[in-house]
């Protein structure tokens, strides 16, 4: 057949007009995913605080015909360590004081009490941030433990010795807060917190009679009644205030 002349023996039309073949590139290779961040903060928060606990201990201000028992002096510190940027592990370690002076002049002469009510409370549980920046931070907190030794001495303070009576017991207890913390540098802030915490110890009678005991006895009995069972009951909120330490 005859041909175009200047056309290439056996091409077509179309295969003539068609254009350059174009050349498809392979995907460019972006290397394996990179793995998530890793939490690279201050791992280790060391805490020392103060505060005041509020609580009611209804059934021993019954007892002693007192309102004084309504408030105490704590502190203590916490360790905490980050398992993340919002999870941490917690201890925490603290003393609680009160002291209050009071007679009864239900008995002749009137006795004079000295009155201290302490406690040690312990407690284990893990701590969640609900805010977390260079500047600010709050956080919530669940623990629990035990408070040994939460004991009130009443010393008969006119009365000859023995003079003192004990009670003593070992109480559960359980403590939600939240801290709200101010951080002045990466390393160091400073935090105020709210919580609530029940503590309460079984009835207790004291460990043995001595002078002045007749205030755990029934009002107006006898001298010789069987002791009141009265339980230690801590339980209320708590106030604080402290500096903490990030490693």
Same mark, same amino acid.
């Given at each position: 057949? !005859?041909?175009?002349?200047?056309?290439?023996?056996?091409?077509?039309?179309?295969?003539?007009?068609?254009?350059?073949?174009?050349?498809?590139?392979?995907?460019?290779?972006?290397?394996?995913?990179?793995?998530?961040?890793?939490?690279?903060?201050?791992?280790?928060?060391?805490?020392?605080?103060?505060?005041?606990?509020?609580?009611?201990?209804?059934?021993?201000?019954?007892?002693?015909?007192?309102?004084?028992?309504?408030?105490?002096?704590?502190?203590?510190?916490?360790?905490?360590?980050?398992?993340?940027?919002?999870?941490?592990?917690?201890?925490?370690?603290?003393?609680?004081?009160?002291?209050?002076?009071?007679?009864?002049?239900?008995?002749?002469?009137?006795?004079?009490?000295?009155?201290?009510?302490?406690?040690?409370?312990?407690?284990?549980?893990?701590?969640?941030?609900?805010?977390?920046?260079?500047?600010?931070?709050?956080?919530?907190?669940?623990?629990?433990?035990?408070?040994?030794?939460?004991?009130?001495? !009443?010393?008969?303070?006119?009365?000859?010795?023995?003079?003192?009576?004990?009670?003593?017991?070992?109480?559960?207890?359980?403590?939600?807060?939240?801290?709200?913390?101010?951080?002045?540098?990466?390393?160091?802030?400073?935090?105020?917190?709210?919580?609530?915490?029940?503590?309460?110890?079984?009835?207790?009678?004291?460990?043995?009679?001595?002078?002045?005991?007749?205030?755990?006895?029934?009002?107006?009995?006898?001298?010789?009644?069987?002791?009141?069972?009265?339980?230690?009951?801590?339980?209320?909120?708590?106030?604080?205030?402290?500096?903490?330490?990030?490693?």
């Amino acid at each position: 057949p !005859a041909t175009r002349a200047g056309a290439p023996t056996g091409a077509t039309p179309r295969a003539a007009a068609a254009g350059p073949e174009r050349t498809v590139r392979p995907p460019v290779s972006r290397g394996a995913a990179r793995p998530a961040a890793r939490f690279a903060g201050p791992r280790l928060q060391l805490r020392a605080f103060g505060g005041l606990a509020n609580y009611g201990a209804p059934e021993l201000n019954a007892q002693l015909g007192l309102n004084s028992f309504s408030s105490a002096m704590t502190g203590g510190v916490e360790v905490a360590y980050s398992l993340s940027r919002s999870l941490a592990v917690a201890f925490r370690a603290e003393y609680l004081t009160r002291t209050v002076l009071a007679s009864d002049d239900s008995q002749y002469p009137v006795v004079e009490y000295n009155l201290v009510l302490t406690s040690l409370p312990l407690a284990l549980g893990a701590e969640y941030s609900l805010l977390e920046n260079s500047s600010f931070s709050i956080r919530a907190g669940l623990l629990v433990g035990s408070a040994p030794s939460t004991r009130l001495t !009443a010393t008969a303070s006119n009365l000859e010795a023995p003079n003192e009576v004990v009670l003593s017991g070992n109480a559960w207890q359980a403590l939600v807060k939240t801290d709200f913390e101010f951080k002045f540098s990466r390393s160091f802030g400073v935090f105020a917190g709210v919580g609530y915490r029940y503590l309460k110890t079984a009835e207790l009678i004291p460990a043995s009679e001595a002078n002045g005991d007749a205030l755990f006895r029934p009002a107006g009995g006898e001298i010789d009644a069987p002791f009141v069972p009265v339980p230690l009951n801590l339980s209320g909120l708590l106030f604080g205030a402290g500096a903490n330490l990030r490693f």
